[in-house]
């Protein structure tokens, strides 16, 4: 059954054709949700809160744009509320806990085996990464979502503006600044 079928399927309550749908983008809902707010937890929570938002509003779905973004703009969404919450919270957007107790960052956790082979390369790709969280964390909530949807997620310009429900050039804009203060920060990296 193609996408289109099984959307119109769901929204006649087939519970089965919903699961498909879930299947096929869960991966992508959890990767953006984890890159927004860097936190498995919280991810799990936002890529909860999605889908049961789209099980609820499935009927609103009227296939003026592609499934995908319509979902991602949820999720997005979803994620911007999250991290305005966690902004009055002062809650530290960075950090997971460990079972022995210790908080580390999730990005600590993966490898870079490249790297590693070279003791002056991995001083400068953890100085390099760590400087691009520095300014991850600085910039504005929409800044960071376009930069990563861009680079991160691969999306094109478009497909940005219609997930946060703006114009293709406003999610250009916003990519323009977050680069100019990411290439700023970078100075001798670039």
């Not at 960052?105 to 400087?131: F, I, K, N």
């Not at 478009?158 to 203060?181: D, P, V, Y």
Request: glycine share 4%.
């Amino acid at each position: 059954m193609d996408e289109a079928s099984l959307i119109r399927a769901a929204q006649r309550g087939d519970e089965d054709a919903f699961a498909v749908l879930v299947r096929a983008h869960d991966q992508s809902v959890l990767r953006i949700a984890l890159n927004l707010l860097r936190s498995p937890e919280d991810a799990r929570d936002v890529y909860q809160e999605t889908f049961l938002r789209v099980h609820r509003s499935l009927q609103q779905f009227r296939f003026d744009c592609n499934f995908s973004t319509w979902l991602h703009r949820i999720a997005t969404n979803i994620c911007l509320d999250h991290l305005r919450r966690r902004k009055v919270r002062r809650e530290s957007p960075r950090v997971a806990s460990v079972s022995s107790g210790q908080e580390i960052d999730p990005l600590d956790t993966v490898a870079e085996p490249r790297a590693d082979s070279d003791p002056q390369r991995r001083v400068l790709s953890e100085e390099l990464r760590g400087r691009i969280q520095a300014v991850l964390r600085e910039l504005s909530p929409r800044e960071r979502v376009v930069f990563e949807m861009r680079h991160f997620e691969g999306m094109r310009l478009r497909a940005i503006g219609e997930a946060l429900g703006t114009s293709e050039e406003a999610a250009k804009n916003c990519l323009f600044r977050a680069t100019q203060k990411m290439r700023s920060a970078l100075g001798e990296f670039v």
